[in-house]
C-alpha cells in the first residue's frame, strides 16, 4: 500500500481506487477471529471495495448527472470506509499500525480528491446548462 504514493499520479484515479480496495481486503483478511472485528471487517469489505467500482461505472455514465451521482457514492463509500477505518484504529483491531495509518491517510486523501471532483463536475454541468 505504501507505493501508492510513489509509483501512481496523484489523478490516476481508477488504479488508486484499485489499491485501496486491495490494501482493504488485505487488511481485512489479517485481522483477528473476533465477533467486532467480523462485524467492521465486513462493513469496510463492502465500503472500501465500493469505490473503484462506482468510479469504474461513473466512466459510463448515461448523462452528466448519472456521473455525478456516481461520483457521489464514490464520496459517500469513500467516507464510510474512513470513519470505519477510524473505529478499527481506535479498537486496535488490526495487525500493523503502518498498514492502519496508511489506509487512514489514502482514504483521506481519496475523500479531498473526490469531494473536488463532484465540485468540479457540478460547476462544469451548470455552466453548460447555463451556454446551452
Known amino acids: 500500500m505504501s507505493e501508492i504514493r510513489t509509483k501512481l499520479n496523484k489523478f490516476d484515479l481508477e488504479e488508486r481506487l484499485i489499491r485501496f480496495a486491495v490494501a482493504i481486503v488485505n487488511l481485512v483478511s489479517s485481522m483477528p477471529d473476533s465477533r467486532p472485528a467480523s462485524h467492521l471487517g465486513g462493513q469496510l469489505l463492502r465500503s472500501g471495495t465500493s469505490p473503484a467500482l462506482n468510479y469504474g461505472e461513473a466512466q459510463s455514465g448515461e448523462s452528466r448527472k448519472d456521473f455525478i451521482h456516481k461520483l457521489q457514492i464514490v464520496l459517500k463509500e469513500l467516507r464510510e470506509s474512513h470513519v470505519c477505518l477510524k473505529i478499527i484504529f481506535s479498537s486496535q483491531l488490526y495487525n500493523s499500525k503502518e498498514q492502519m495509518e496508511v489506509l487512514l ?27 446551452s
Open 105 to 131: 491517510a489514502e482514504s483521506n486523501e481519496l475523500i479531498s480528491i473526490f469531494v473536488k471532483s463532484v465540485e468540479t463536475a457540478r460547476k462544469n454541468d451548470k455552466q453548460q446548462v447555463i451556454t
